[in-house]
């Protein structure tokens, strides 16, 4: 299906911004961007973009930043249309748009559904789904995208997203942003149980994960002949904002290469010791679920102590699933580990048809090997503890916690000695050894 809708074949050499010491300034930036543009563009008359970066939830990826100063370059020349890759979050506010798109309007925005926007292009066969993921699965991935993506008036598609570590996949971004960002129901629910099945652990910070070579598969198969571009960043948190460091452009896999390169040197920390107690902090812009909260439980798992105590610091979350339904089964079944869910989704049709959320609960259980608490103000403690979770009061944990005066790594507090993290959706945190032994 694919090339029936674009049939001009794309390559170029991957385009590198990338800064040693200094992060690369906005004059920089822009510089990146219309160098880009010209390889983009090249030989071709381009009237009409779409644009698909990450949505609020990636706030720290500076792609907003990057989309803005793309809007500004271009809106006098060509209509730009933008995309976020919601997967299945829920769709951006407008006050959401307008911290992270600034100067943007809100009609240039459209909104994913990823259960009704969706068209099939195609599917991962179930023998390839077999022999990546080591004879764990054996059932075939159909590849959905958003509408719009195959929309023949868009001259150009240009992707942007920070590459990072990521629990599904291993590393963020690149066709990721296409196939679960605006991806549709199978691709989503079959590969982060892909990713579950295989072991988080196992991937987190690599390359060439299972759930990576599905989405190879798919790009070659069916998009390789769409005009599409990618640009990446990797960045650091710098108190309210964050700091670039590396800037990628291209139609491949070079460029994410590098990208990915770069992203295990900034936001990979590794430790000699496993912190008897973690302490971790959510963006109360950031962060409204535990879902997407969970992060703090992802990131952090190779690195406590077996026995030790995560405490969350959750001002905003107020559920625990983005999606309705999603939010539903986290609540009837709750974080009740890898065994149990795996039995309960074979025994129960709600759950054999939401895989995602199967997914998502074995990757934020702790399976027995350290505690878990949620300090939260808009959640009841019967609400949290349900979920099996321990519960904590948010405004009584920051007197002793208070992530205003904590320093990111190991702080004293009252004779306790602790590890602070601001914020668990920028890196990856593991005792040296337990990551050289996945």
Request: charged share 30%; with cysteine; hydrophobic share 35%.
């Amino acid at each position: 299906m694919a090339d029936s809708q674009h049939t001009a074949e794309y390559d170029m050499k991957s385009i590198v911004k990338r800064s040693i010491t200094n992060p690369i300034s906005d004059i920089e930036a822009i510089k990146f961007i219309d160098d880009a543009y010209a390889v983009f563009s090249k030989n071709r008359i381009i009237k009409k973009i779409l644009i698909i970066p990450p949505d609020f939830t990636r706030f720290y990826s500076m792609s907003g930043k990057i989309t803005s100063m793309l809007y500004k370059r271009l809106k006098d020349i060509c209509t730009i249309d933008i995309l976020p890759a919601l997967g299945t979050h829920m769709p951006m506010t407008d006050k959401e748009l307008d911290e992270m798109f600034e100067g943007i309007p809100h009609d240039r925005f459209f909104i994913h559904d990823w259960k009704k926007d969706v068209v099939k292009i195609g599917e991962v066969p179930k023998d390839f789904v077999y022999e990546v993921s080591e004879g764990l699965v054996n059932e075939k991935i159909d590849v959905e995208v958003n509408k719009r993506f195959l929309d023949k008036s868009y001259d150009l598609i240009i992707s942007i997203g920070q590459v990072v570590p990521h629990e599904v996949v291993g590393m963020a971004n690149y066709s990721k942003n296409i196939f679960v960002g605006i991806g549709g129901n199978s691709m989503i629910n079959k590969s982060h149980m892909l990713g579950a099945f295989y072991g988080m652990e196992r991937m987190m910070g690599r390359d060439y994960s299972p759930v990576r070579k599905v989405f190879d598969y798919a790009q070659e198969k069916f998009i390789s002949s769409f005009p599409l571009f990618y640009i990446f960043t990797v960045t650091t948190q710098n108190g309210a904002s964050a700091d670039i460091h590396g800037l990628y452009a291209g139609n491949g896999r070079d460029a994410f290469e590098e990208a990915l390169k770069d992203s295990q040197q900034k936001n990979f920390t590794f430790l000699d010791e496993e912190p008897e107690k973690i302490v971790v902090y959510l963006d109360e812009r950031e962060f409204k679920t535990t879902w997407l909260g969970n992060k703090a439980i992802y990131r952090t798992r190779m690195a406590i102590a077996k026995g030790g105590d995560l405490i969350i610091l959750a001002p905003e979350v107020k559920r625990f699933g983005e999606d309705a339904e999603n939010d539903r089964l986290i609540r009837k079944y709750g974080y009740i580990g890898r065994e149990n869910i795996l039995k309960k989704a074979d025994e129960n049709d709600d759950l054999k048809s939401n895989l995602s959320v199967a997914a998502h609960i074995i990757h934020g259980s702790s399976d027995g090997k350290f505690n878990i608490t949620y300090a939260v103000r808009h959640m009841t403690k019967e609400e949290i503890e349900n979920a099996n979770f321990n519960y904590m009061d948010y405004d009584e944990a920051v007197k002793k916690y208070d992530p205003k005066k904590l320093k990111d790594g190991y702080n004293d507090v009252d004779g306790e000695k602790i590890y602070f993290i601001s914020n668990p959706a920028l890196g990856l945190w593991s005792s040296r050894k337990k990551f050289m032994n996945q």
